[in-house]
């Protein structure tokens, strides 16, 4: 019998891959500005979540699956009525998080909703006899892909709307910032396994190589010290989070 939790994780999966992965930076600024690019997203999201949850729990409720997208699209349109006011600007993070813990709050309603409704929800049985030939539970497939999607691209974004006004006063070409982000997420991934082996002294072999790359920026600027060190532990947390989570 699926409980909670499972429809859960697998609706999170889904949110995380539509609203993230298959949402680009750039798409996400135009957004903000043009109406037609919520609209897109919009259509992307629910066909992405449609798939997706239906791929895995083919007899989903589909009045559910509309709450999940027709709510989706409703919170984007609030965000951008209220984004486009010069006196919210300034709070744009604050935005993006209230934004998420929106979204998280109608997934966990529309999880609730499905277990109410009576219908039963079973696995794909396809996806069941290819996992149960390769041994690997699909609870534990799912909330892998889960813990590894979330600590990759969400995550990434969350640090930066947390760390713009602690920035350091340098330019940064793009490149190098890229190429910052990839290095915490190769990180979080590496702490996410020590963690799941319970191997819990090793996650301090990998900050201290992260530490020795910087050394000599850290040791001669005091300011860029802080923000790395900011940086540093606020991505080692949101690594123990969802770990735990």
Known sequence: MIVYKEILVV??????????????EAMAKKKEKDFLYVIIHS????????????????????????????????????????SSKNFIKKYGKYIFF???????????????LEIQSGKICDYNTMIINILNIIEIPIQTLNTLLL????????????????????KPDEKKEEGTMKVGRLIGTIERVIIL????????????????????????????????AEYYLLGTLLSTICVIIVSLL
């Open 11 to 24: 609706l999170l999966l889904a949110h995380t891959l539509a609203d993230f992965y298959f949402q680009t």
């Open 193 to 224: 396994f020590f963690l799941l082996i319970q191997q819990y002294s090793s996650i301090g072999l990998v900050l201290t190589a992260k530490s020795i790359a910087r050394y000599n920026k850290i040791s001669e600027n005091q300011e860029f």
């Open 98 to 112: 209230v934004d998420q813990v929106i979204h998280l709050t109608i997934l966990a309603f529309v999880s609730y």
């Open 147 to 166: 813990q590894l999607l979330l600590i990759h691209k969400p995550i990434n974004i969350f640090i930066v709307k947390m760390m713009e006004s602690y």
């Open 43 to 82: 259509v992307v999201y629910g066909l992405v979540c449609s798939f997706y949850i239906k791929l895995i729990f083919p007899n989903f409720d589909d009045l559910c699956l509309w709450v999940l997208v027709v709510s989706h699209f409703a919170i984007d349109v609030l965000k951008y009525y209220i």
